[in-house]
């Protein structure tokens, strides 16, 4: 392999490159999937390559290969050349990289069972287990749970001395119920929806989550739902268990922040951002309570990692500092651009893709409203929401709806009556703005996100999102005709 | 392209022998994709992306094993043979999910929609496209943002029950926003072209239609939100009918009861009708899907009428059908797919059917498209690059974007007249659409976007 990067950085480097960097990445993934008491689905994926970025005269070049031979390096550096000339046929002026030292290091995500020597068996029966227990509810028409583990060695190298090897190791499982009727079909997830939760660590994650034990009651619900009322529409006081917020920042913090939409890079296909750069330091982005920050060094997060794919080490800085906008997820073509250095976002989704800003772990700090629990009784009318199962947001990350699986009514602050098809919309610094309430740090989890789009050819990130209930003053819900 | 066709047809014939299960199928996927994408009026990002994947599905007294691979040698082969059967052998047997499709003697043509020119194609014609379109926001003062990318698919199916297909095809596709800003009320237009063929996308019309769309666009403005008559453009509607499929086409959703599907039963309006073929010339041609099975024309909506789901191998043979050849890669948890759509034309010419709108929304197209409600294909997304007010059968004024919030049946119930020419769209996930526009007599929008910094 040394051998491969040491002749694709010397290629490019003959060839006329004033930087490059190569990637050469390794990723294999195992996934269960039970359904309705069977193994539905059993995979084992591979894939292998090598990614080769080139700048010459200022332009960006890029090719990839997954023939992992010494020869085939000299081939794809010279097709990046080329590509990086084309690309000089329409440019505004060079692009210029921050002044990042160059490092070698090596990472390896921390865990204590290593996810793929876990058998077959012992994955199956968690899984069985917990579809046994969904079973045993009449009216449940689908039963479904997955376990998934994932592994990608890379290896980083640039012409600038950078020498870098991680292992980034993953795991994660969940349930799901679906109850259907002639007009309805009403879903409940444990612990949360999208397949469930995701880390970075070993199979000892999926153990915890204890799946079989939460199973009656998800099924319970799911079925609850079907003959549930509709979510009524007005403006209510709105509490979101930490799953929701969690995606609520992914929508509306994490993707504006990243400062390649901001610069309008992202416009043909995700959008731009109303965080513009003029807004640094003064932008009220919400309440006094909310404080986010971007930290890649959280344990066991999704988005932890110890170098991003420029080679730059995984940091924790702060986005929003007590309501007020304070940062933006940078890389080091795009950091200098506000004064900054490059705080390591810039990652490829695999050996054949262009590493982009991405999310690391965008955590929303923990407040000091006690339990979720605590924060229901502190509330005298309005509505709960959990587990989300629809999302939108516009281009500007402005207009955005949510809906989720189960909303229940407060009255006297008590929770009440259960909802179906609850859903809220609004603006989000009007939103964040209206945050009264953050649970503490017992009810804080740092939640996996392994479905994040972005980019044109279109990568798929996964990141993490920290985050406690929390409460929002007089919400939109019920939006729509039902 | 990492892998040649004989040396494909070989991986095929050598991952089949080194399998001892009693059904073994393989699948290569071999893809040579390039795409420049530009913004700010520059190229920004240049890339090319060369991969093929052999996955082996083996089947096994109905245990199911899937493994795959991009290491093709000899030892790649082996392993992921190996790897397959030993999770075969480990796994639980499923007789509803243990079905590979065998040969049903249709054929199909295996170069549809390959065109050497597009294979082809180098950085420097992708670059020149992109120079037409910036070229074109220029004149109007306007920031282009795109991508241009030009590609070549090669599928090739085998299973030890002696189904052999392959297909190659090659996309272009070529996409732009146009802003000059990204304040609310910016000006922004759109365009977007997709074509097997790198010579049928014209740069300069494409992007002379998305500079006059953003010239029209400045000064948008606050419109309450409501019910209102529409006019979707093609686009909005090629957007709609993407989540449809992915939502409701699918024989899994409607054997789980999960799709807005009521087989028999009205949904639409009279004069509706959606289909899928893989293997028409005047979409985006894919005649064979993933388990080697050929397309067969599927007419989704009849009349109005919900008349069929597509199928794959597995639920083909449960709802007793047979598969319509729209089975994605194995194991497949979502179930067939329809990716060749197609809805009916009308007879009104494109540009008249604003004229008979006294007042009401034209919408270029919709923007994070997403089911609220799946069974009642519900739906929310934004407005987005040209939305403006009809009065009187003329656009009279742009408007900020809105949120809908929509049953798409329902809407589609009202079609008051279809565009008699349609355009062919590369999906924005998935497929490929060719649609007509759309008059609808009422469209639920629900929401407004804020008006600058939303403070």
Not at chain 1, 463 to 478: D, N, Q
Not at chain 2, 112 to 139: K, M, Q, Y
Not at chain 2, 296 to 305: F, N, P, S, T, Y
Request: hydrophobic share 40%; charged share 25%.
């Amino acid at each position: 392999m040394n051998d491969l990067i040491d002749r694709a950085l010397d290629a490019a480097d003959r060839l006329g490159a004033a930087y490059a960097d190569v990637r050469v990445v390794e990723r294999s993934n195992e996934q269960l999937t039970v359904k309705n008491g069977q193994l539905e689905a059993a995979t084992s994926n591979q894939s292998a390559g090598f990614g080769i970025r080139v700048l010459v005269e200022g332009a960006w070049g890029f090719s990839a290969s997954a023939v992992l031979e010494p020869t085939e390096a000299d081939r794809i550096a010279r097709e990046a050349i080329d590509i990086a000339r084309a690309s000089g046929r329409a440019q505004k002026g060079p692009v210029e990289l921050d002044d990042t030292p160059p490092v070698t290091d090596t990472y390896r995500t921390p865990f204590r069972e290593d996810p793929f020597a876990v058998s077959i068996d012992d994955k199956l029966r968690i899984l069985l287990d917990a579809d046994a227990a969904m079973a045993r509810v009449p009216g449940v028409a689908i039963r479904e749970g997955s376990v998934t583990s994932g592994r990608e060695v890379k290896s980083f190298a640039s012409t600038a001395g950078a020498r870098i090897d991680q292992e980034i190791v993953e795991s994660g499982g969940g349930i799901e119920a679906t109850a259907v009727n002639d007009s309805e079909m009403q879903q409940r997830s444990y612990p949360n929806g999208f397949g469930g939760q995701v880390v970075t660590g070993g199979f000892e994650a999926v153990r915890a989550l204890d799946l079989a034990e939460h199973a009656q009651e998800t099924a319970e619900l799911a079925v609850a739902l079907l003959d549930a009322p509709q979510c009524p529409s007005g403006e209510m006081d709105l509490i979101l268990d930490s799953t929701q917020v969690a995606l609520q920042i992914h929508e509306s913090c994490g993707h504006p922040t990243e400062l390649d939409r901001v610069f309008g890079t992202e416009a043909s296909f995700a959008g731009t951002s109303f965080l513009t750069t003029d807004k640094l330091d003064t932008l009220r982005y919400g309440s006094d309570l909310v404080s986010i920050d971007a930290d890649a060094t959280a344990p066991g997060g999704l988005g932890t990692f110890g170098y991003d794919d420029e080679g730059v080490p995984a940091q924790n800085v702060p986005l929003v500092e007590n309501g007020v906008l304070v940062g933006y997820l940078t890389s080091r073509e795009t950091a200098p651009q506000i004064g900054r250095r490059s705080m390591g976002c810039a990652r490829a989704w695999t050996w054949s893709h262009i590493p982009l800003i991405r999310m690391t772990n965008i955590n929303l700090r923990p407040g000091s409203a006690g339990s979720l629990e605590d924060l229901i009784a502190d509330t005298r009318e309005g509505i709960f929401m959990s587990v989300n199962k629809s999302w939108s947001i516009d281009d500007r990350r402005l207009n955005f709806q949510f809906g989720d699986q189960a909303g229940w009514l407060i009255r006297n602050g008590k929770r009440t009556q259960l909802v179906k098809n609850p859903t809220y919309t609004g603006i989000t610094p009007r939103f964040w703005g209206s945050c009264d309430a953050i649970c503490g740090p017992d009810e804080w989890t740092l939640w996996g996100l392994p479905n994040c789009g972005k980019g044109e050819p279109m990568q798929i990130g996964h990141v993490g999102h920290g985050a406690a209930p929390a409460r929002f003053r007089g919400v939109k819900v019920g939006v729509g005709r039902w | 392209m990492v892998a040649t066709l004989d040396e494909i047809d070989a991986l095929l014939d050598r991952a089949l022998s080194h399998s001892t299960a009693r059904q073994t199928e393989a699948l290569v996927l071999a893809q040579d994709l390039a795409l420049t994408r530009f913004a700010t009026n520059r190229i920004h990002q240049n890339v090319r992306e060369h991969d093929a994947t052999l996955q082996v599905r083996v089947i096994d007294a109905d245990r199911i094993g899937v493994a795959s691979t991009n290491k093709l040698d000899e030892a790649g082969i082996r392993d992921v043979v190996e790897r397959a059967t030993a999770i075969a052998e480990r796994s639980a047997p499923n007789p509803r999910a243990a079905v590979m499709p065998e040969p049903d003697g249709r054929t199909h043509d295996p170069d549809l929609g390959h065109v050497s020119a597009t294979a082809d194609a180098s950085p420097d014609v992708r670059a020149e496209g992109a120079r037409a379109v910036i070229a074109a926001g220029e004149a109007k003062g306007l920031e282009s943002s795109g991508s241009f990318s030009t590609s070549e698919m090669t599928i090739a199916v085998a299973n030890s029950l002696g189904i052999r297909a392959r297909h190659r095809s090659t996309k272009a596709a070529l996409l732009t926003v146009m802003m000059d800003g990204f304040a609310s009320g910016a000006a922004s237009g759109y365009a977007h072209a997709g074509s097997p063929d790198v010579a049928a996308i014209d740069a300069e019309a494409l992007g002379a239609e998305a500079a006059e769309k953003g010239d029209h666009m400045r000064g948008a403005g606050e419109l309450e939100p409501g019910e209102y008559e529409v006019i979707l453009e093609e686009y909005a509607v090629a957007g709609l009918l993407e989540y449809l499929s992915y939502i409701g086409f699918s024989g899994l959703a409607h054997e789980e009861g999960r799709s807005f599907m009521d087989l028999g039963a009205r949904l639409m309006g009279e004069t509706v009708s959606i289909w899928d073929d893989g293997a028409d010339p005047a979409g985006m041609p894919s005649p064979i899907d993933f388990e080697g099975v050929a397309r067969r024309r599927v007419d989704l909506i009849e009349h109005g009428v919900a008349k069929a789901v597509v199928h794959d191998a597995a639920t083909g043979s449960r709802a007793g059908t047979g598969s319509t050849g729209h089975g994605l890669p194995a194991p497949n948890l979502l179930g067939p797919m329809a990716l060749n759509l197609f809805m009916a034309p009308g007879a009104t010419p494109r540009d008249e059917l604003i004229t008979s709108v006294k007042r009401g929304i034209w919408v270029t197209r919709f923007h994070y498209l997403n089911p609220v409600h799946p069974k009642k294909a519900i739906l929310t997304g934004m407005t987005k690059d040209g939305t403006f007010l009809i009065t009187d059968g003329r656009l009279s004024r742009p408007l900020l974007n809105f949120r809908f919030t929509q049953s798409i049946p329902e809407a589609f119930s009202d079609v008051r007249a279809a565009g008699r020419e349609t355009k062919l769209l590369p999906g924005e996930f998935f497929g490929a659409a060719r649609t007509p526009a759309l008059h609808l007599g009422s469209f639920n929008f629900t929401g407004v976007t804020a008006t600058e910094g939303g403070e």
